[in-house]
């Protein structure tokens, strides 16, 4: 089960030891208007998953994806929406490592679920 973390988000990369390297921004600025907005949000899904699969392969134990506040009306999407289904998803179990990671207002940090040598060496063969 993830736990929850009410102080300043910030205060998550001294604790876990973070680097520039472990903190995803979800904040793209404007977008193109010509993109769908349901695509957009399908890149940050693909997004998540491929920083996750890319924090497992280099053995980092920690990802801090940064979403915001939720800025949409009950039953629409945003990229906080999107983090958190996906974090809840089958998709993520081989990933992470939900007793570990923290969910936030505008944050969340994901344990990275360490694999085995020869499952590394597996995946790096084929992508």
Request: glycine share 4%.
């Amino acid at each position: 089960m993830t736990t929850t973390h009410n102080g300043n988000w910030t205060d998550l990369r001294n604790e876990f030891g973070l680097t520039r390297d472990d903190e995803i921004d979800l904040h793209f600025g404007r977008r193109d208007p010509h993109v769908r907005y349901d695509d957009v949000m399908a890149d940050v899904a693909r997004l998540v998953e491929s920083k996750l699969i890319e924090a497992q392969k280099n053995k980092r134990p920690y990802l801090l994806f940064v979403h915001g506040r939720s800025t949409s009306r009950s039953g629409k999407i945003s990229a906080r929406s999107i983090v958190r289904a996906f974090m809840r998803s089958k998709k993520a179990s081989p990933l992470i490592e939900r007793a570990g990671c923290i969910q936030h207002e505008t944050v969340y940090l994901a344990k990275i679920r360490l694999m085995s040598e020869e499952l590394v060496r597996q995946r790096r063969k084929h992508p």
